[in-house]
């Protein structure tokens, strides 16, 4: 075998976690696999994720799942990501936030639920930094293949398109996820692409029908009745 070949074995070798036993660089020991560094490479995109879009008018599929969210500029919105586990990790913080520069970007202003109806549940624990991200303090188990969804709130400023991050702190390394992106534009036009498999290849989202979620409100009393009085 010629210096060349060995040097590209020793390559292979490195990329598929395999070391050799000995502290030389010529040692001839036997291979073994170093067990680390494949947790390691989980855990540094340990998840998918999606923006959630469930409120769409004639629609009866749903919900729908998009990599880029197209937004309208200067509201408060509410965001759902929905979270695949690609493996097993015990996460004690989850980081959401934009990319970009800071006075034009979409600051993530607070925590949303959208499916808490009723109950006590308490508030969810997070804070906001300085660089408009969302620190959200979880302390969970994420196993993998379960889905799980979390909510923002986030406030769009100026139009353009921003990279969306999500990152999870654990105890060894912090794992990301780069695959998301929020489009905002002063008239949302642009047609969001569904990746929901079950929804087949052709599936789109018009962002123009796109619902807000719905909220509930109290309505008024109803207003007495006025008699109309006949002629005397």
Not at 75 to 98: D, P, Q, Y
Not at 155 to 163: A, H, I, P, Q, S
Request: aromatic share 6%; hydrophobic share 35%; net charge positive.
């Amino acid at each position: 075998m010629g210096s060349g070949e060995i040097l590209f074995q020793r390559a292979i070798n490195r990329l598929l976690g395999f070391t050799r036993l000995g502290s030389g660089s010529r040692s001839s020991g036997p291979l073994r696999v170093d067990e680390t560094l494949p947790a390691d490479r989980r855990l540094k995109r340990p998840v998918k994720a999606h923006f959630t879009i469930r409120q769409v008018p004639g629609s009866d599929i749903e919900p729908h799942h998009v990599g880029r969210l197209v937004l309208p500029s200067h509201k408060e919105v509410e965001v759902e990501v929905g979270i695949h586990a690609l493996t097993n990790f015990r996460a004690s913080e989850v980081i959401f936030g934009c990319k970009g520069n800071e006075e034009i970007k979409p600051a993530v202003t607070g925590r949303a639920r959208q499916f808490v109806k009723t109950g006590n549940l308490p508030e969810p624990v997070y804070y906001i930094d300085h660089a408009d991200w969302c620190h959200a303090i979880v302390n969970r188990d994420y196993n993998k293949g379960t889905h799980h969804v979390m909510g923002f709130q986030v406030r769009t400023r100026d139009e353009g398109l921003f990279k969306a991050l999500l990152s999870f702190v654990t105890d060894e390394i912090e794992g990301n996820y780069d695959g998301l992106e929020i489009l905002v534009e002063d008239r949302p036009h642009t047609v969001m692409y569904c990746r929901a498999k079950e929804h087949g290849r052709h599936c789109r989202i018009n962002p123009a029908t796109v619902m807000p979620p719905k909220r509930v409100r109290r309505r008024p009393p109803p207003k007495s009745a006025h008699v109309r009085k006949g002629p005397p």
